[in-house]
T-cell receptor, first 114, second 116 residues
Framework: DSGVTQTPKHLITATGQRVTLRCSPR?????VYWYQQSLDQGLQFLIQ???????AKGNILERFSAQQFPDLHSELNLSSLELGDSALYFC?????????????FGDGTRLSIL | GQQLNQSPQSMFIQEGEDVSMNCTSS?????WLWYKQEPGEGPVLLIA?????ELTSNGRLTAQFGITRKDSFLNISASIPSDVGIYFC????????????????FGKGTHLIIQP
């Protein structure tokens, strides 16, 4: 158990809809990362938050947004969903986001767009 | 963007054999991490490497951070059935001068299959 909690485990919805994925980092970790895993693209970094502030952006679409709350949990919002958004979405956390800190992953949310 | 070339893509081995996989990049990384992923689960951290040239072991696993900071390898000795899974290398680079890091760049994974 990595200590990173993601909910829900599975999400099935239709094109055009909006969903929210939730992540609770490990106790004591201030930095949260979101990743997307798909068969064709592999694991891709989306966005990072540190102590409530956005710190780095990767390959995140404009239809996607995230935030980190004062209690350090984070939410990833996906809107105007398309079939190609079907993927596994992982959250990871690290102590302070420095490059000498490993990232620990949750078990992911599997998003299926019908 | 940064890319990691991980090889081999898959390995079919007999129980008890040693395994070797590696990652190379055209970019420099400050940290190399090796993860294992099993079906229905997230990547689990196996080994973290923070210094060029560093050689680190975790039980039957050994990994090295290349001197050029552009490559890393992972070896598994005396494989057992529970070693089955997908192994990913990941590199981390410094975005901020204060040592803050960007997100991980992942290789495509090495699928390890152990034949009975």
């Amino acid at each position: 158990d990595s200590g990173v909690t993601q909910t829900p485990k599975h999400l099935i919805t239709a094109t055009g809809q909006r969903v929210t994925l939730r992540c609770s980092p490990r106790s004591g970790d201030l930095s949260v990362y979101w990743y997307q895993q798909s068969l064709d693209q592999g694991l891709q970094f989306l966005i990072q938050y540190y102590n409530g502030e956005e710190r780095a952006k990767g390959n995140i679409l404009e239809r996607f947004s995230a935030q980190q709350f004062p209690d350090l949990h984070s939410e990833l919002n996906l809107s105007s969903l398309e079939l190609g958004d079907s993927a596994l979405y992982f959250c990871a956390s690290s102590v302070d986001g420095a490059d000498n800190q490993p990232q620990h992953f949750g078990d992911g949310t599997r998003l299926s767009i019908l | 963007g940064q890319q990691l070339n991980q090889s081999p893509q898959s390995m079919f081995i007999q129980e008890g054999e040693d395994v070797s996989m590696n990652c190379t990049s055209s970019s420099i990384f400050n940290t190399w991490l090796w993860y294992k992923q099993e079906p229905g689960e997230g990547p689990v951290l196996l080994i973290a490497l923070y210094k060029a040239g560093e050689l680190t072991s975790n039980g039957r696993l050994t990994a090295q951070f290349g001197i050029t900071r552009k490559d890393s390898f992972l070896n598994i000795s005396a494989s057992i059935p529970s070693d089955v899974g997908i192994y990913f290398c990941a590199g981390l680079s410094t975005l901020y001068s204060g040592g803050g890091a960007d997100g991980l760049t992942f290789g495509k994974g090495t699928h390890l299959i152990i034949q009975p």
